[in-house]
């Protein structure tokens, strides 16, 4: 059996803050929930250890992921990112970042916010999770959508059980512990 995040990221400067105090915690809040998403998606092709050296790029380029704020984005942000070397400088990417957050405010309007929304479609299979993110967001592929979950705690495998985070989130009673 291979090395779990569990037992590699304790310790290290970058994953182990990350590792101890946010991934599989349950997330509730619109701007920290978008900013996950937009995180994963710009992950895939790249190591989570780039993503995690230019979190601090992305939340000033991305104005804090207020979604009020990005899915007004035009043309000249959408530029403007393209050409910031803090964060993973791809179309695709980018695109997605601002359509997401405007279809997260349409998912106000019927579910009060995007963590509404997420907590009104579960329980879910992982493949009925990625089906329902595809058809709702973009550049939300299996891998994406399994990560995202897992990091918010509405999937399982964040963390082993024997690891000492472990209880902690289960004490919060993340939604796949319901």
Known sequence: M?????????????????????????????????????????????????????REAFRRAYDGFVPEVVAAYGKVDRTRLLADPGIVRNRLKVDAAIANAGRILELRKTHGSFAGWLA?????????????????????GGEIVNE???????LPGAHVPSCPVYRRIV???????R
């Open 2 to 54: 291979g090395e779990t995040y569990c037992d590699a990221a304790p310790g290290h400067e970058w994953h182990g803050p990350y590792h101890e105090h946010e991934y599989g915690f349950p997330l509730e809040d619109d701007a920290a929930l978008f900013e996950r998403l937009v995180l994963e998606i710009n992950q895939a092709g790249l190591s989570w250890l780039t993503i995690l050296k230019k």
């Open 120 to 140: 009104s479609h579960h329980p879910r299979s992982k493949d009925e999770w990625t089906r329902l993110f595809k058809s709702t967001f973009r550049f939300t």
């Open 171 to 177: 004490a919060r009673r993340p939604p796949w512990s």
């Open 148 to 154: 995202f979950l897992m990091s918010i705690g509405y």
